[in-house]
């Protein structure tokens, strides 16, 4: 299970107080019989929406935005864009990769103003249909803080796709 912290410690007499940015991990055999100890890596530090998969290769992923990440140069950083995507080794104490960019809002929408608040996030992992890819769906639209967008702005505004690309073939996730 994996679960964002934003803003609100953890406390309890079984588990320490916890600064609340990142991503906790918790492994249970039943979700209802409790118990399991929440772990927190260092990486992914996800302070806005994330979504956690097992991907169609197996390999379980993380993707969302982390402020902490540097940005590609003269980009403004910020907690929902761009977005990454992390693999997880459940294994090995919930250990992430270094971060694989998805989607960059700057780079799609060039004519973003710098008071524009780009916010891409919504990513979900589409069922296999077997071969070497997967198809990921994102959303891309700006924070409510944002002035009025430019006709280019909301132009950019919308679902896009992204594909994972594997090494092997893999198994379609339904057959019929």
């Given at each position: 299970?994996?679960?964002?912290?934003?803003?609100?410690?953890?406390?309890?007499?079984?588990?320490?107080?916890?600064?609340?940015?990142?991503?906790?991990?918790?492994?249970?055999?039943?979700?209802?019989?409790?118990?399991?100890?929440?772990?927190?890596p260092e990486?992914?530090?996800?302070?806005?929406?994330?979504?956690?998969?097992?991907?169609?290769?197996?390999?379980?992923?993380?993707?969302?935005?982390?402020?902490?990440?540097?940005?590609?140069?003269?980009?403004?950083?910020?907690?929902?864009?761009?977005?990454?995507?992390?693999?997880?080794?459940?294994e090995q104490?919930?250990?992430?990769?270094?971060?694989?960019?998805?989607?960059?809002?700057?780079?799609?929408?060039?004519?973003?103003?710098?008071?524009?608040?780009?916010?891409?996030?919504?990513?979900?992992?589409?069922?296999?249909?077997?071969?070497?890819?997967?198809?990921?769906?994102?959303?891309?639209?700006?924070?409510?803080?944002?002035?009025?967008?430019?006709?280019?702005?909301?132009?950019?505004?919308?679902?896009?796709?992204?594909?994972?690309?594997?090494?092997?073939?893999?198994?379609?996730?339904?057959?019929?």
């Open positions: 299970v994996a679960v964002r912290l934003s803003g609100a410690p953890i406390a309890g007499p079984e588990r320490p107080v916890r600064a609340a940015h990142g991503v906790g991990w918790l492994r249970t055999t039943d979700l209802f019989a409790g118990g399991g100890d929440l772990v927190f990486t992914p530090k996800c302070t806005a929406a994330r979504s956690a998969y097992v991907c169609a290769d197996g390999v379980v992923r993380v993707f969302g935005g982390d402020p902490y990440v540097p940005p590609p140069r003269g980009q403004a950083r910020g907690k929902r864009n761009p977005i990454y995507s992390w693999e997880i080794d459940i104490g919930f250990r992430a990769s270094p971060p694989q960019m998805i989607f960059n809002a700057k780079a799609a929408a060039p004519d973003i103003r710098r008071e524009s608040v780009p916010m891409v996030d919504m990513v979900k992992a589409l069922a296999s249909t077997g071969g070497r890819s997967q198809t990921l769906l994102h959303r891309f639209t700006f924070a409510h803080e944002s002035s009025s967008l430019t006709a280019p702005e909301f132009a950019a505004c919308g679902i896009y796709s992204a594909r994972l690309e594997f090494d092997a073939e893999v198994p379609a996730a339904w057959s019929f």
